[in-house]
């Protein structure tokens, strides 16, 4: 009945195994190796804590070992790297990093939870820069942390728009420095769809930050005082911060023979075991089945590994409790801005060749009279024979989260797009709108679906009115003051009706408008009087996200 | 094709079911009556412009009768009550209100969107009392507002804790009044369980409102300068407001013999039809069908009233769309905090004897370590056998309306208790934590369908230590000084595992804590080490909130 079980990696996925493992039996030995200093910090907290938002060190440390060592009744040895897996007889090595001393370590189940690590790729000039770092834990953050107090610096630059460098030119923006972000896609943020991402790219550059797009860097020069990108910008700095990515820290399983996956994540089955039955691996080092399309994939996130833990130990204890695949849902706040999404964007569906339909609202995060609403730029995919819901993004200054974790969770309740009309949501002014955002998405959606509405994009327009399109304009001459699509004619929506003799019926007609409900309203009329219409999805703010 | 469709009432039902028929054909003649001036206006904005949190009065006028007719292509008419349904020859009777003229109008299908009033009872002294109001629309609200503006009155009694009456308190408060609040229940927010209103008490006792419950009004005396309660106290007061709840504006039905229910709910078939099927009610008016328990109800909120104008028009057109009955979630402002719920709550489980279980849980809003989290207390309540969830209900000063919100479409998804563990939320530090609230909910309500965990609850725990049950309180010594259940021993989680011999093990041993995690943790030893125990779910904290 008692077992002995070993965990490799002390913090999300390992610490919550451990907590569990212990609440499910009292009498296992459960031994936990960590080979940093910390276990159980607060990983997603870090940049905040360089960024001063967060000013006390001791918060990070979740737990302590002693700490947890006697509340769980722990073996916790931290400062200790499992060096090898040996499967031939049930044991680790263990280097105690303290001594430099080895010794073996048996097991019945082994868990491996190690994590990432960032992404280091071999630019010259990497070695001789002084000030570069990488932020994983709290040594990383502590070096960092004391360069900026103490070495004074004044820029810094951002190797990758991922949401650790967006958190982190966020936290050095606020500690006063000019930042650059050099990202080598043409976006940062690549959970979000291009114009969605535009939102934020423009929101950073309003900030005054620097923001590099579609260039990578080739080399840092000077000690690293100078950024040398593909294109040949040069770029002074202060120091440098390297978020391009992570990868899987899976040396330990690759040399004890363990299956792992094309990008290198362990591969487990839905019961989290690895290809050796008595060894599970969980978190940022395992390669999951994207919960929408089903494919392998890799995703990087604390709920995954916080999920995965308590499943592995259940499962140890004979629960036989599936993982069923990650969603993706991921948040971050970039400034002033909210961003989060859940499910597959666009790119994902286009690579897979899956088709999907998409719809761009504008609604505000609360009643318009209220004071205090912000619109929601929010975004919903989803197959438009089945009304199935692929995934949905949203980017905003209020009310963000709740849209996109109520989808998620619609999603996992496998509601389609016509259901979301029917989630009924707390109103009152301070909160919502009689119909939430999320319904206003299912009510947009239901209309494709059920043919009530034909939409274009924002990248589709342009070519269409070139060609020679129609593309009728129905807001108020005044709102045209802001922009206007070129090549659209102006009739506002009032006076659509009576105007009805200016349009031919023999061609499609396309109509814009601030937000894509004033266009909506003008496609019913002119398909009531029998004309073919197209309404631009997400109107002019979609529309002018990217192109203005 | 073109048919004749008449609608009366102009606001949130009535308004809704005009725009969307409207979209829908273009060719109807669709005649819309208003009895008040304004249609289409913020019924829910009304407190706040009292209390000029909103400022602007044009705000609340959503829509106007021009821009609407002429947008939509609508026969509006305002000042037009409907005096009588002739249901032998398809018309309506109107009384046009400028001038007194009474004519008929024809329908082929008739929309009744009426709404409800204000219950006002007959209380000795209303008549002779001055400042007494009530509150439903654009009138109401300029009457109280010219009185608050000019009258400088100085304090106010608000009859009626529900949620208006709340909002009410507030926006008078917010404006410098000593506000009263008489509630003949024992508590505030009806759709709250007692504990959970408990907190709103306390907070608003906290605020210097005077709170009166379990008594109601005698008598309004002094030209309504006071007022007597039931058990003899007397308040003397500038203003009265009456908000005692509403009543359903059923008399038109009532007088064409439509069915209506027991509280006068017009009942209708799940198409939104009444018993006449050319006459169809949406709103406030209506009964419908409570989506948990399937009994017959009355929820007068918007939601509901818009999904229903949406409804019912698509059905006017063939489409046969079914309304599924009616959650109740809602929500509120309540001065610092906000308090939603969503489903039934336990008061109305135990009327309809349905067996059920509740966890009381204090998560924090997003990640301690993050600045400005602050605790939720939620309620979730489930069937113990199944994991199906029929309610939840939370009060917090952030991040209420997410967790609620998840939680309302988690219950349209089917999802039970079990399911709600592996909702895939988005999180970062400011927004949440790795485990959601809504996750951690789902976690303790599973370890109770599981049998891993039993609970006592707060109102259970005194009489059984009166009754010399045995009661732990695993907190550190430190925090006892905040306050501690009487009859309880310490003995810190910390030093359990070394002082079990100082437990029996034929008797039941209650656990408690600050919020019931750490007494989850202590249940867990003890369990394991062969003692039977029981957790006090919520801790001290839900103890407390009524206790102290
Ligand atoms: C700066 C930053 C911000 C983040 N922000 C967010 C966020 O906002 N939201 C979000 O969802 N996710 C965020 N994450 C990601 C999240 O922290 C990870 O997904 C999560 O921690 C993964 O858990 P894990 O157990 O797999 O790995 P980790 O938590 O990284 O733990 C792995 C541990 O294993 C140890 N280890 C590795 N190899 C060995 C070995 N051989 N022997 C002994 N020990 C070993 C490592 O030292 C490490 O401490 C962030 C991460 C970082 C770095
Ligand atoms: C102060 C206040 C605050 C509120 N706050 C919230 C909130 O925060 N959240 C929420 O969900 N709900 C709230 N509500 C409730 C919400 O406003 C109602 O549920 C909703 O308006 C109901 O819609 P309805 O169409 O049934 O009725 P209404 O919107 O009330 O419209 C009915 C209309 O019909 C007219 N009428 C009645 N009889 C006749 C007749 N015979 N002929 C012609 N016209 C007639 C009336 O004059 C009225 O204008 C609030 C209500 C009030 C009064
Ligand atoms: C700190 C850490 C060890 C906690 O692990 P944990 O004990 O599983 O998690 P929590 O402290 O949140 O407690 C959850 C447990 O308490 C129970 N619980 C929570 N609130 C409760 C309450 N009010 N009453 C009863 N039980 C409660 C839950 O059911 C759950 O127990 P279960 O898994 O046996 O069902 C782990 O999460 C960790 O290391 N975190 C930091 C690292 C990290 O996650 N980084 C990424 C994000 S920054
Ligand atoms: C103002 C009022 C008449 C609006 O009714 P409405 O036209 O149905 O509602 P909205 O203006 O929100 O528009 C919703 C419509 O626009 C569509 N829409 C919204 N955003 C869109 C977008 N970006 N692109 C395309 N279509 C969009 C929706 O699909 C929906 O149309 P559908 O019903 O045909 O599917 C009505 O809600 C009302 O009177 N409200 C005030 C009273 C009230 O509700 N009080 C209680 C709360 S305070």
Redesign the pocket.
């Given at each position: 009945m008692s077992k002995k079980i070993v965990i490799v990696g002390g913090v999300a996925g390992g610490a919550t195994a451990a907590a569990r493992l212990r609440r499910l039996d009292e009498t296992s030995k459960i031994v936990m190796f960590e080979k940093g200093e910390h276990i159980s910090f607060a990983n997603c907290g870090l940049p905040y804590y360089i960024g001063e938002t967060i000013t006390d060190r001791e918060k990070l440390l979740v737990q302590t070992v002693e700490g947890m060592s006697n509340k769980f009744k722990l073996d916790i040895r931290n400062l200790s790297e499992v060096i090898d897996i040996n499967r031939n007889n049930n044991t680790v090595t263990v280097k105690d990093l303290r001594t430099g001393e080895q010794y073996e370590e048996g097991y019945d189940q082994l868990v491996l939870s190690p994590g990432a690590r960032p992404i280091v790729p071999p630019i010259p000039g990497l070695k001789e820069a002084n000030a570069i770092f990488t932020l994983r834990n709290i040594p990383d953050t502590d070096r960092i942390k004391s360069y900026v107090d103490h070495k004074n610096p004044k820029r810094a630059v951002i190797v990758g728009g991922g949401f650790i460098g967006l958190e982190m030119a966020e936290n050095l923006y606020e500690r006063g420095l000019y930042v650059t972000i050099i990202e080598m896609a043409d976006q940062v943020m690549a959970p979000l769809d291009y114009e969605m991402a535009s939102i934020i790219h423009t929101h950073l550059k309003d900030k005054g930050i620097n923001l590099i797009l579609s260039d990578g860097v080739k080399s840092f020069e000077d000690e690293g005082k100078k950024v040398v990108t593909q294109i040949g910008k040069e770029i002074e700095t202060d120091m440098i911060i390297l978020s391009i990515g992570v990868r899987p820290e899976n040396e330990l399983a690759v040399r004890a023979g363990l299956n792992v996956g094309e990008r290198g994540g362990i591969q487990v089955n839905e019961y989290l075991q690895t290809s050796d039955p008595t060894i599970y691996a969980i978190g940022d080092v395992i390669e999951v089945k994207d919960y929408i399309n089903e494919q392998p994939t890799m995703i990087p996130l604390a709920w995954p590994a916080n999920r995965q833990g308590r499943i592995v130990a259940d499962n140890i204890y004979g629960k036989n409790v599936r993982y069923n695949g990650t969603l993706g849902s991921s948040i971050a706040k970039v400034l002033d801005y909210t961003v989060a999404t859940t499910g597959n964007n666009e790119k994902t569906l286009k690579r897979l060749g899956i088709p999907y339909q998409v719809v761009h609202l504008h609604p505000g995060s609360h009643a318009g009279y209220y004071p205090g609403a912000s619109p929601i730029a929010l975004k919903l995919i989803f197959d438009k024979e089945t009304g199935k819901i692929y995934g949905a993004q949203a980017v905003g200054k209020d009310g963000v989260d709740k849209r996109i974790d109520v989808i998620a969770t619609a999603i996992k309740g496998n509601l389609s797009v016509m259901d979301l009309v029917d989630i009924e949501l707390a109103?009152?002014?301070p909160y919502s709108s009689?119909k939430d955002p999320v319904n206003m998405a299912g009510y947009v959606a239901t209309n494709i679906v059920e043919g009530v509405l034909e939409t274009v994009q924002w990248n589709e327009i342009d070519e269409i009115v070139t060609n020679g399109g129609t593309l009728i304009d129905v807001r108020n001459p005044i709102e045209l003051e802001m922009g206007y699509i070129k090549g659209s004619k102006n009739i506002p929506l009032d006076d659509l009706r009576d105007r009805l003799a200016e349009l031919q019926k023999n061609e499609t007609i396309y109509v814009s408008c601030q937000v894509g409900l004033r266009g909506y309203l003008a496609t019913r009329i002119l398909q009531e009087n029998g004309f073919n219409v197209k309404n631009l999805d997400g109107g002019w703010k979609t529309y002018s996200s990217v192109f203005s």
């Amino acid at each position: 009945m008692s077992k002995k079980i070993v965990i490799v990696g002390g913090v999300a996925g390992g610490a919550t195994a451990a907590a569990r493992l212990r609440r499910l039996d009292e009498t296992s030995k459960i031994v936990m190796f960590e080979k940093g200093e910390h276990i159980s910090f607060a990983n997603c907290g870090l940049p905040y804590y360089i960024g001063e938002t967060i000013t006390d060190r001791e918060k990070l440390l979740v737990q302590t070992v002693e700490g947890m060592s006697n509340k769980f009744k722990l073996d916790i040895r931290n400062l200790s790297e499992v060096i090898d897996i040996n499967r031939n007889n049930n044991t680790v090595t263990v280097k105690d990093l303290r001594t430099g001393e080895q010794y073996e370590e048996g097991y019945d189940q082994l868990v491996l939870s190690p994590g990432a690590r960032p992404i280091v790729p071999p630019i010259p000039g990497l070695k001789e820069a002084n000030a570069i770092f990488t932020l994983r834990n709290i040594p990383d953050t502590d070096r960092i942390k004391s360069y900026v107090d103490h070495k004074n610096p004044k820029r810094a630059v951002i190797v990758g728009g991922g949401f650790i460098g967006l958190e982190m030119a966020e936290n050095l923006y606020e500690r006063g420095l000019y930042v650059t972000i050099i990202e080598m896609a043409d976006q940062v943020m690549a959970p979000l769809d291009y114009e969605m991402a535009s939102i934020i790219h423009t929101h950073l550059k309003d900030k005054g930050i620097n923001l590099i797009l579609s260039d990578g860097v080739k080399s840092f020069e000077d000690e690293g005082k100078k950024v040398v990108t593909q294109i040949g910008k040069e770029i002074e700095t202060d120091m440098i911060i390297l978020s391009i990515g992570v990868r899987p820290e899976n040396e330990l399983a690759v040399r004890a023979g363990l299956n792992v996956g094309e990008r290198g994540g362990i591969q487990v089955n839905e019961y989290l075991q690895t290809s050796d039955p008595t060894i599970y691996a969980i978190g940022d080092v395992i390669e999951v089945k994207d919960y929408i399309n089903e494919q392998p994939t890799m995703i990087p996130l604390a709920w995954p590994a916080n999920r995965q833990g308590r499943i592995v130990a259940d499962n140890i204890y004979g629960k036989n409790v599936r993982y069923n695949g990650t969603l993706g849902s991921s948040i971050a706040k970039v400034l002033d801005y909210t961003v989060a999404t859940t499910g597959n964007n666009e790119k994902t569906l286009k690579r897979l060749g899956i088709p999907y339909q998409v719809v761009h609202l504008h609604p505000g995060s609360h009643a318009g009279y209220y004071p205090g609403a912000s619109p929601i730029a929010l975004k919903l995919i989803f197959d438009k024979e089945t009304g199935k819901i692929y995934g949905a993004q949203a980017v905003g200054k209020d009310g963000v989260d709740k849209r996109i974790d109520v989808i998620a969770t619609a999603i996992k309740g496998n509601l389609s797009v016509m259901d979301l009309v029917d989630i009924e949501l707390a109103y009152a002014p301070p909160y919502s709108s009689a119909k939430d955002p999320v319904n206003m998405a299912g009510y947009v959606a239901t209309n494709i679906v059920e043919g009530v509405l034909e939409t274009v994009q924002w990248n589709e327009i342009d070519e269409i009115v070139t060609n020679g399109g129609t593309l009728i304009d129905v807001r108020n001459p005044i709102e045209l003051e802001m922009g206007y699509i070129k090549g659209s004619k102006n009739i506002p929506l009032d006076d659509l009706r009576d105007r009805l003799a200016e349009l031919q019926k023999n061609e499609t007609i396309y109509v814009s408008c601030q937000v894509g409900l004033r266009g909506y309203l003008a496609t019913r009329i002119l398909q009531e009087n029998g004309f073919n219409v197209k309404n631009l999805d997400g109107g002019w703010k979609t529309y002018s996200s990217v192109f203005s």
